[in-house]
């Protein structure tokens, strides 16, 4: 009468007493199956406390017009929505920079990590090579969170296990490309983890006029433009030694004249003294003024204004010998900083052997013994190559502009540098777009920050040259 199923499968489902009656009892719940439920269930409640802790704007803003529709009815959630809608209005009219950080960048960051990068992640990872297929299952870098701001986006990113930084470094154009960003820029925020930054749009996009002259003096850092995030950019000249490289037309006189014109009221008040040399007549010139006699372009007063300077070193160093380890400037021992406008066609384009050789050694001995004793070197050129620039690892902080080639990137700014996204052979030609834009990385952090000079024009120059010429002297 009944078809016969085979051992436990029929006792579970079926038993026929004398009767003839049919009697159904319920499947026994093995222990596993009751485990499995139980994880499954503490996975999503897990899930779901992350989601609440991680965006509770945006979770709070998505249920709560549900709970009240069910519960009182849509009238009362449409109006809810309505009059929260207003108050959020009025909140980012009121204040903005308030609204953007507690609520704006929190929704954003919510809507990009559920459509652009949860959705694509999985296929990018192991297209891009970054994920694992072992045994017919993919271990893949867990996206850990998503932080945004005005400019940016940031993922923290969980590598796999024995996974180096160098695989993604390697893949930042894939990165780049996968998400739709014109850049990937990757830095080690602790072992195991990572922040990825994607760009959204320029923000440097535009010219920075000249910033006005300080009204106090000081000898730094100095505010000379923008950084990418929005902050100024302040580049510290005192303690210090800063290399400038980038191609013809790139920018370099924008770091320059911008750092004279945060320092003015320093030399007017006798903290800072400016020494210059200007081999090739084009920068420094204009501004001759602001320099005095302490002013060189042809190459032999070039190399004696550098045995000048090397003489207040060593006469310096004797005097803080035993007393001061490191300088405070005051008017009888005031800051120096020395500006060298296209060193190379000192140091390795001149053609005078002897004079070669004494510049050589004049910068490598302020570049090594210098910033204890208050003497700074900024130093500027074209071609970023040790046959050029056999002392640039002397320089702890370093600025790239526009570079013709992809390997002066880890020339200027040191190895692994353009793997982290110091992309400086990718800046735009057109002055106006690229011009004064570069990478800096300091001798305090590895990790490059893009940031753009602000430019000081000829008639800036001469303004400052006007108004400050023959201060200090």
């Known amino acids: ?164 930084v160098k695989d993604w470094t390697d893949r930042i154009d894939h990165l780049a490309q996968g998400f739709g960003s014109q850049s990937c820029r990757v830095a080690l925020s602790k072992a195991g983890r990572l922040v990825l930054t994607f760009p959204r749009h320029d923000p440097l996009a535009v010219p920075i006029p000249a910033l006005p002259i300080p009204d106090t003096a000081t000898v730094g850092p100095v505010e000379i433009g923008k950084q990418e995030d929005g902050r100024p950019l302040r580049l510290k000249v005192h303690g210090t030694h800063v290399l400038i490289a980038g191609a013809t037309g790139a920018g370099k006189g924008s770091f320059l004249w911008s750092t004279i014109r945060a320092l003015l009221p320093a030399v007017r008040a006798g903290l800072v003294e400016l020494w210059a ?45 035993g007393v001061q380890r490191s300088h405070t400037p005051t008017v009888d021992d005031p800051f120096v900083l020395v500006l060298v406008d296209e060193v190379a066609f000192l140091t390795a384009y001149q053609s005078d052997k002897h004079l070669r050789q004494r510049i050589s050694a004049a910068l490598a001995a302020l570049t090594t013994q210098g910033r204890a004793v208050g003497i700074g070197v900024m130093a500027a050129l074209q071609d970023p190559r040790k046959e050029v620039m056999n002392i640039r690892n002397l320089f702890p902080d370093k600025i790239a502009l526009r570079l013709d080639e992809s390997e002066q990137v880890d020339m200027v700014l040191g190895d692994g540098a353009r793997d982290r996204g110091a992309l400086a052979d990718h800046i735009s030609p057109i002055p106006e777009l690229g011009a004064g834009i570069a990478y800096v990385r300091l001798e305090t952090s590895p990790d490059p920050v893009r940031v753009r000079a602000a430019y000081v024009s000829d008639t800036d120059i001469r303004a400052m040259a006007d108004e400050f010429g023959g201060e200090g002297r």
């Not at 001759?288 to 300077?309: Q, S």
């Open 1 to 164: 009468m009944f078809k016969k199923l085979p051992g436990d499968e029929a006792r579970n489902l079926v038993t026929t007493t004398p009767d003839t009656a049919i009697v159904f009892r319920p499947a026994v719940v093995t222990t596993p199956a009751i485990l499995t439920i139980i994880i499954f269930a503490g996975r999503l409640l897990t899930g779901l406390v992350r989601l609440l802790w991680r965006h509770p704007v945006a979770v709070t803003v998505t249920v709560l017009p549900g709970v009240i529709w069910a519960l009182y009815g849509w009238q009362l959630a449409a109006s809810v929505v309505g009059l929260l809608g207003l108050a959020l209005a009025a909140w980012a009219c009121l204040d903005r920079v308030t609204f953007a950080r507690l609520v704006g960048w929190r929704l954003l960051a919510w809507w990009r990590l559920i459509w652009v990068y949860r959705r694509h992640w999985q296929p990018i990872m192991v297209v891009s090579g970054l994920g694992k297929h072992l045994r017919g299952r993919d271990y893949l870098p867990r996206l850990v969170r998503l932080d945004c701001d005005g400019w940016s986006d940031r993922i923290t990113v969980r590598m796999l296990k024995g996974q180096p």
């Open 277 to 321: 040399l200007d081999p090739k007549l084009m920068e420094l010139s204009y501004g001759r003024a602001l320099f005095g006699t302490r002013y060189a372009a042809d190459p032999a007063d070039c190399a004696d204004l550098l045995d000048e300077v090397v003489s207040v070193m060593q006469k310096r160093a004797a005097r803080f010998a």
